[in-house]
């Protein structure tokens, strides 16, 4: 399966609300990627044109999201997405947050290399805490 990355566009939107709503139990809302657009580190993953995954990261080092279509899931495009952030961030110091409920993304996260480095109570809309995990480059 190859599998192409690219800068995210405008009409590509659509297909990451998708798996957007598919991923997570309280998806961002449509505004918060067309506020990160003009962001090089806004990336999508496809496959024969269609969007299959998305991964964002700020400048300074907080990867924002990471989400692949349920279908297209343990085939190594996480890690495709993962890794071209990682070597796109300059910072010495890259952190990210997920639910404490969220096994699979922990065990993930953890195989690439970022380690837990605390809890975050209270974080999510729902009260839920978050895992807030760092990887140094």
Do not use: W
Request: aromatic share 12%; with cysteine; hydrophobic share 35%.
């Amino acid at each position: 399966m190859k599998i192409g990355l690219k800068k995210c566009r405008r009409n590509n939107l659509e297909q990451v609300m998708e798996i957007e709503h598919k991923s997570f139990q309280q998806p961002y809302e449509r505004e918060i990627f067309e506020s990160f657009l003009d962001y090089p580190l806004f990336v999508v993953a496809l496959y024969e044109d269609r969007v299959i995954g998305y991964a964002i990261a700020t400048g300074n080092g907080l990867i924002v999201s990471i989400a692949v279509r349920p279908e297209y899931r343990r085939k190594g495009i996480g890690k495709k997405l993962l890794d071209n952030l990682l070597s796109s961030i300059d910072p010495k110091k890259i952190t990210l947050t997920l639910r404490v409920s969220n096994k699979g993304a922990y065990e993930f996260y953890k195989k690439m290399g970022f380690t837990s480095s605390g809890i975050i109570h209270n974080y999510y809309e729902d009260s839920e805490d978050a895992i807030l995990m760092v990887i140094y480059g």
